[in-house]
C-alpha cells in the first residue's frame, strides 16, 4: 500500500514511516498542507495520513487539506490524525464522502497493529471513527435515553457501526454470523426509527447523527 | 424568592438623581416659621391703623373747629404712610422682598411721623418738626434700589447722600425757625415749638433760600436718575420700573415746581401740591405692583432651570435664556477649549463684543475656567440680580452636561477595556492550548511512537519489553489528560466550528443529560466565547450544587440580540453573591455589553440567562 504521511513534525514522520511494516510503503512526506496536496496529485497514493494541526494557523490545515484530497481523487482514502475528541470534526471530515475516510486519536499511532489494521479498513473501503468517540457518544447520557430499547448486544453492533465498520468486520469482531449481525442492525433500525435502505457508508452518518441529536 | 444580582451594565448616564424633598414637609417647615411674622405684621399693622385714625382724627378736628378747608396734605399723608405700612408689611409677611418690605414698613411710619405736627402738643409738635424730613431718605432709598434692593451705581449714591443733607436741613436744622401756626397746626401758638428761635430773621431767610435749593437739587436729581434709568432700561424691565418710577416721576417733578414756587411765584402752590399728593397717594400702590413683577421675572430664572432641566441642548439652552431674560436677541456660547472660542449651538465662534457696542457681554466661569458666555442688550447689566440668576442656572446645565459627557466617555473607555481584557485572556488560553497541542502533545505522541519501535527490540527480553509496554501505558494516560486539560483551557471546536458545535462537546461530556438547542451558525468570536464559558460555568455549578436530573442550554438570536439560556431542574436557591464562578460570568457578560440574569428559586431549578448584543 502507498502512503503520503503529512506531519509537521519531521521526526514523527520518520518515526512513523520506519516503524510501519514493510508493506505499507510512504512514498512522500510533507510538513504541511500545500505540500501534501501537491504531493497526492503528484503520486497518486492509496492513502494520505494527515495530521489535523499544520502549519501555518495550526487549526484544522489538515482537515481541510482531506476534504480537498477527496473532491479531487476520491479513490484516495484519507485518514486524520486528530488530537481533538471531538465529534464536530470526525462529522465534518466524513460528510465530505464516508469512504476510505477516517478520524482517528493521534495518541493511538502508538499501537502499530491497530494504525496497521485500520490502514486495511481504510484501503477496503469501509469508514473510520475513533472508537473513543463513538464510546462517548453511546455512554452520553440523555433524557429520555432512547438507547436503553437496544440490548446490549444490539448496542456493540450500533457502536461498531458509529465506528464505521460494515456488517463483515462487526460479525468478525464480535465473532458472528454476517446474517446474525444483518438482523441485529435491521433490529436497531426499527427500535431507533432510523430510514432501513442506509447504506454501508451512509450508515455511519446517519448512526453518528443520532446518537448527536 | 427571584435572584437579579449581575445587571451587568450600570446605567449611568440613565439615571440622574433627583432632590427628593418631600413638598409637604417644607409647607410645614414654613408655615411654623412664620408664626411669629404673621403676629408681628399684625400687631404693628394695628399700630399703624391707630396712629392713622388718631392723625386723621386731628386733621378733621382742626376742620371743624377752623371752619378751614379740608386738610388735605394731612390726609394724603396719614394715607400715604399707612398704606406703606400695610404694603411693607405684606411684602415682608409674604417673602416677596423681606427688606424691602421692612423698609417700606418704616418710611411708612415716618410719613405718619408728619401728623406729630398737627398735634397741639409741644413735645410731639417739635418731634414732628425736628423729623419733619426723615422719611425722604428712606424713600429714596427704596426708589434708588427697586427693584434689586440695593444701590447700584455712583449716581445712586450721589442722590442719597443729597437727599440725606435735605432731610437733616429741613429737620433739625430748620426745626428753629418755623412757626407751628405753618406747618399743620392751625391756630397754634408760638409756643408749641419748644425749639423756637426769634430775632434771626435776615439767618432764617438766607438758611431758607439755601434748603429751598437744596430741595430743588434732591427733587431735581432724583427726577433726572429715574428718567434716565427708565430710557436704558430693556423693554421687560421697563415694565417692573414703570409702576415705582412713573408715581415718582409725577412726584419729583411736582415737588420741583411747588419748591420753585417758594422762590419765585408763578403757579399756583396748591394745584402743584394736589398732583404731588396723588402721585405719593399711588406709590405705595405702585410698589406692590412693581415688586410683584420683579418677582415674577426672577422666576423666569426658576423657569429656566425647569426647561433646562427638560431639554438641556445647546439650542434650547440659547431659546430658554433668551426667554428668561427678556431679550430674544440674547446668544449663548458655549467655550470650546479645542478652539479657544464660544461656539454657538450651530459651532459658530461668538466675538466677545467691544464696550459701548451696543452689545453686553456676561461670561461664565467654573472653577477659573471659562464655561459659557451670554450675549445680551447691555440694559440688562443693570438688573444684575436676572442676569446672575440665569447665569448661574446656565453654569448648571453647562457644567452637568459636561460632567455628563467625560462619566460617559470614562464608562465607554472602562466598557473598551473590559472588552480588550476579556479578549486578551481569551487569546491568552488560545495560546496556551496551541502550545500544548503542538509542544508537549506532539513531543509525547512522537515519544510514545520511539517507544513503541524500542518495544518491537526488545521482543526477546520479556522483562525489558513489559517496562517498555508500563511506560507506554503511562505515556497513553499522560496524553488522555494532557487533551483534557488543552480542551478545557480552549475548545478548538469552538474556533473551528462555532458555538453549537462546542456546546455539544460540552453536552457529550456532562455527568447528567443536557439538551442543547442551538442554530448552527457563526458569531463574533467574543460572543461565541462568552457563550461558551457562560455555559460551561453555568454546568459546571449544576454538576456541583444543584442536585439535578436534567439540563437545557437554549441559543435563541433574535432582534440583534444573542441569548444563551442554561436550565435545570434541581434544588435551586442559587447565591450568585458566593463563590467567583457566578461573578466572573458577570464580568464576561458585561465585557460585551450584555445582561446576564439569574433565577433560582428554592425548589424551583436555577435559570441563568444572558443576552448579548449582536448587531
Not at chain 2, 417692573?240 to 408763578?266: F, G, K, M, N, R
Not at chain 2, 448661574?392 to 470614562?410: D, G, I, P
Not at chain 2, 520511539?450 to 503511562?474: F, I, W
Not at chain 2, 456532562?510 to 448552527?520: F, G, I, M, S
Request: overall charge neutral; aromatic content about 6%; hydrophobic content about 50%.
Amino acid at each position: 500500500m502507498r502512503l503520503i504521511l503529512a506531519d509537521d513534525s519531521a521526526l514523527l514522520r520518520t518515526s512513523l514511516a520506519r516503524a510501519l511494516n514493510p508493506e505499507f510503503e510512504v512514498v512522500a512526506d510533507a510538513g504541511d498542507a500545500e505540500q501534501l496536496l501537491q504531493l497526492v496529485d503528484h503520486h497518486r497514493p492509496d492513502l494520505a495520513i494527515v495530521d489535523i494541526r499544520m502549519p501555518p494557523t495550526y487549526t484544522d490545515e489538515g482537515l481541510q487539506a482531506a476534504k480537498q484530497i477527496r473532491a479531487r481523487h476520491p479513490d484516495t482514502g484519507v485518514l486524520v490524525l486528530s488530537q481533538y475528541l471531538q465529534t464536530a470534526y470526525a462529522i465534518s471530515l466524513i460528510s465530505a464522502g464516508p469512504e476510505r475516510m477516517g478520524y482517528l486519536l493521534k495518541d493511538r499511532i502508538s499501537d502499530l497493529r491497530e494504525l496497521e489494521n485500520t490502514l486495511n479498513r481504510l484501503a477496503a473501503g469501509e469508514t473510520v471513527v475513533d472508537p473513543e468517540i463513538v464510546a462517548r457518544l453511546v455512554a452520553r447520557n440523555r433524557a429520555p435515553n432512547r438507547l436503553d430499547q437496544l440490548t446490549s448486544r444490539e448496542r456493540n453492533v450500533l457502536t461498531l457501526m458509529a465506528e464505521g465498520r460494515s456488517n463483515a468486520g462487526i460479525a468478525q469482531a464480535l465473532v458472528l454470523s454476517e446474517r446474525t449481525v444483518e438482523t441485529h442492525v435491521s433490529n436497531i433500525f426499527t427500535k431507533l426509527n432510523l430510514a432501513a435502505d442506509t447504506t454501508d457508508h451512509r450508515r455511519v452518518l446517519a448512526v453518528l447523527a443520532y446518537l448527536r441529536d | 424568592m427571584r435572584l437579579r444580582p449581575a445587571r451587568s451594565s450600570p446605567d449611568l448616564g440613565a439615571t440622574i438623581a433627583r432632590p427628593s424633598l418631600a413638598p409637604e414637609r417644607l409647607f410645614r417647615a414654613r408655615a411654623q416659621a412664620d408664626l411669629p411674622r404673621d403676629g408681628v405684621a399684625l400687631a404693628v399693622g394695628l399700630v399703624a391703623i391707630a396712629w392713622s385714625g388718631w392723625a386723621a382724627y386731628n386733621s378733621l378736628a382742626t376742620l371743624r373747629e377752623r371752619g378751614v378747608p379740608v386738610d388735605w396734605v394731612g390726609l394724603a399723608f396719614t394715607w400715604t404712610g399707612l398704606a406703606m405700612v400695610v404694603v411693607g408689611l405684606v411684602v415682608w409677611v409674604r417673602r416677596i422682598d423681606e427688606r424691602t418690605g421692612l423698609l417700606m414698613a418704616l418710611c411708612g411710619f415716618l410719613f405718619l411721623l408728619t401728623s406729630l405736627t398737627v398735634a397741639r402738643v409741644p413735645v410731639l409738635w417739635t418731634s414732628g418738626a425736628v423729623f419733619n424730613s426723615a422719611r425722604f431718605p428712606v424713600l429714596y432709598y427704596l426708589v434708588l434700589a427697586f427693584p434689586l434692593g440695593r444701590l447700584v451705581g455712583r449716581a445712586a449714591w450721589l442722590v442719597m447722600a443729597v437727599v440725606v443733607v435735605d432731610a437733616v436741613g429741613w429737620g433739625p436744622l430748620w426745626a428753629p425757625f418755623t412757626l407751628p401756626a405753618d406747618v399743620g397746626c392751625t391756630g397754634c401758638p408760638p409756643g408749641t415749638n419748644l425749639l423756637l428761635v426769634s430775632g434771626h430773621d435776615h439767618f432764617a431767610s438766607t438758611t431758607f433760600t439755601v434748603l429751598v435749593w437744596l430741595a430743588l437739587v434732591t427733587y431735581g436729581s432724583l427726577l433726572v436718575l429715574v428718567l434716565w434709568r427708565l430710557g436704558i432700561a430693556s423693554r421687560p424691565g421697563r415694565r417692573t420700573l414703570a409702576p415705582v418710577y412713573l408715581p415718582i416721576v409725577v412726584w419729583s417733578t411736582a415737588s420741583v415746581l411747588e419748591a420753585s414756587t417758594l422762590l419765585v411765584y408763578w403757579i399756583t402752590f396748591e394745584t402743584v401740591q394736589f398732583v404731588e399728593l396723588v402721585a405719593l397717594a399711588l406709590l405705595p400702590i405702585g410698589f406692590a405692583i412693581g415688586l410683584l413683577r420683579a418677582r415674577a421675572r426672577r422666576g423666569r430664572v426658576g423657569e429656566l432651570a425647569l426647561a433646562l432641566d427638560r431639554a438641556p441642548q445647546p439650542r434650547k439652552l440659547e431659546e430658554a435664556i433668551a426667554r428668561a431674560l427678556g431679550d430674544p436677541s440674547a446668544e449663548v456660547g458655549i467655550w470650546s477649549p479645542q478652539d479657544r472660542a464660544y461656539l454657538t449651538a450651530d459651532q459658530r465662534a461668538l466675538e466677545v463684543p467691544a464696550d459701548n457696542s451696543g452689545r453686553a457681554a456676561t461670561s461664565i466661569d467654573h472653577e477659573g475656567q471659562p464655561i459659557a458666555i451670554l450675549l445680551h442688550d447691555p440694559a440688562l447689566l443693570h438688573d444684575t440680580r436676572l442676569v446672575e440668576g440665569v447665569a448661574a442656572v446656565a453654569r448648571l446645565a453647562v457644567v452637568n452636561e459636561h460632567l455628563a459627557a467625560a462619566v460617559q466617555q470614562q464608562l465607554a473607555e472602562m466598557r473598551a477595556s473590559r472588552a480588550r481584557i476579556v479578549a486578551a485572556s481569551d487569546a491568552e488560553r488560545q495560546r496556551v492550548e496551541r502550545n500544548l497541542h503542538d509542544g508537549a502533545q506532539q513531543r509525547l505522541v512522537t515519544l510514545s511512537l520511539q517507544l513503541r519501535l524500542l518495544e518491537e527490540q526488545l521482543r526477546g527480553d520479556p522483562e525489558l519489553s513489559r517496562m517498555v509496554d508500563d511506560a507506554l501505558n503511562e505515556l497513553t494516560v499522560a496524553l488522555a489528560e494532557l487533551r483534557e486539560l488543552a480542551q478545557g483551557v480552549h475548545p478548538s471546536v469552538l474556533v473551528d466550528h462555532g458555538l453549537a458545535a462546542a456546546l455539544e462537546f460540552l453536552a457529550e461530556r456532562a455527568p447528567l443529560p443536557v439538551t442543547v438547542t442551538a442554530p448552527a451558525k457563526r458569531y463574533p468570536a467574543p460572543l461565541e466565547a462568552t457563550g461558551y464559558y457562560i455555559a460551561a460555568e453555568a454546568l459546571t455549578n449544576v454538576a456541583k450544587y444543584a442536585q439535578a436530573t436534567r439540563a437545557w442550554i437554549r441559543i435563541r438570536d433574535q432582534n440583534n440580540k444573542l441569548t444563551i439560556e442554561v436550565a435545570d431542574d434541581g434544588i435551586g436557591g442559587a447565591d450568585p453573591s458566593t463563590g467567583t464562578g457566578l461573578r466572573g460570568l458577570a464580568d464576561r457578560v458585561a465585557a460585551v455589553d450584555g445582561r446576564l440574569e439569574i433565577e433560582s428559586p428554592p425548589g424551583g431549578g436555577t435559570k441563568i440567562t444572558a443576552e448579548l448584543p449582536c448587531a
